[in-house]
């Protein structure tokens, strides 16, 4: 085993222009109430799942085709009592050639089996990857969270 943090590797068909444009495309295999940008180095963007998980990333490195990796600058996760632990840790997409394949590791650095969420977050980022972004990758459809059609979950704004 290669070191305590959860990651997941892939080989897909497809280029690694198609792998970097559904990773950067969070907002088809993560959640389409995505708030901010998730594209270029520099971006931030906001996560929600219901009233269960809040974090905020900014795109430390963004290279075309190769990498991208996200860090997380703030976190709630009000199913565990250290409700703040991913707030410090990085999640990376590492995308190179492999042979006539295109191979993506997904990293997220920090999340151990030390945290106390380990368990539930790796059955949520096993779904997101397994269910969403590996379709995405290979079909050109995800299944992100969709967006919430009451009129609580609105904001002011109406996005």
């Known amino acids: 085993m290669k070191g305590k943090d959860f ?15 559904a990773v950067t495309n ?5 959640s389409e109430m995505l708030k901010g940008n ?5 971006d931030e963007f ?4 219901k009233d269960l998980h809040y974090t905020r990333h900014l ?14 600058t703030d976190s709630l996760l009000t199913f565990v009592e250290h409700q703040t632990e991913w707030t410090g840790t990085t999640i990376s997409f590492d ?11 997904f ?35 995800g299944k992100p969270d969709a967006k919430e059609t009451s009129a609580a979950a609105k904001s002011p704004a109406g996005s």
Do not use: M
Request: with cysteine; hydrophobic share 30%; charged share 25%.
């Open 46 to 49: 906001e996560y929600r799942h």
């Open 95 to 105: 995308i190179s050639r492999e042979g006539d394949k295109t191979k993506l590791v």
């Open 107 to 141: 990293t997220h650095h920090g999340l151990t089996p030390s945290f106390e969420c380990y368990n539930a977050c790796n059955q949520g980022w096993s779904y997101y990857l397994d269910e969403s972004l590996l379709p995405l990758i290979t079909s050109g459809k």
């Open 59 to 72: 795109l430390t490195e963004v290279i075309p085709d190769r990498k991208v990796e996200w860090l997380t």
């Open 7 to 21: 990651s997941r590797t892939y080989l897909v068909d497809q280029s690694p222009e198609t792998v970097f444009n």
């Open 38 to 42: 998730s594209a270029k180095e520099g």
């Open 26 to 30: 969070v907002r088809g295999w993560w």
